[in-house]
């Protein structure tokens, strides 16, 4: 059953092109069968059953530790707040990324966005 659920969180991450932060109900979370979801071409259910398994051994806490430790993280660059690259830098984004298209981000300034293309854009566009 174990992998059966990090198959599923996988693969609600993958189909999910909802603009905005993820959004999982208490009552059917998935809001579908997972087993019925289909993976998007650039996915392979190989790919999926390494990263499900990779889950399943070290679980998704390193990945949402990052998000719970963002206040910390405000405090510890306080430092910088205001501080300019000065150097060459490209950042990309796919314009249905759920981090791109959080409420604020987009009016951030300075993105273009790869259209019809999600959080995965080096995958999705290969």
Not at 17 to 34: A, N
Request: no cysteine; charged share 35%; hydrophobic share 30%.
């Amino acid at each position: 059953m174990a992998e059966y659920r990090a198959e599923a969180v996988i693969k609600k991450i993958l189909k999910d092109r909802t603009p905005g932060p993820p959004r999982l109900p208490k009552e059917k979370p998935f809001g579908e069968d997972p087993k019925s979801i289909k993976l998007p071409q650039w996915f392979t259910e190989e790919d999926l059953k390494y990263y499900a398994n990779k889950y399943e051994q070290k679980s998704f806490t390193g990945r949402l530790n990052y998000y719970r430790g963002l206040d910390l993280k405000w405090e510890l660059t306080a430092a910088w707040t205001g501080a300019k690259v000065r150097v060459p830098v490209k950042f990309m984004v796919g314009d249905v990324d759920m981090v791109y298209t959080t409420p604020g981000v987009k009016e951030y300034g300075g993105f273009k966005n790869d259209e019809d293309t999600g959080h995965f854009i080096n995958q999705e566009r290969r």
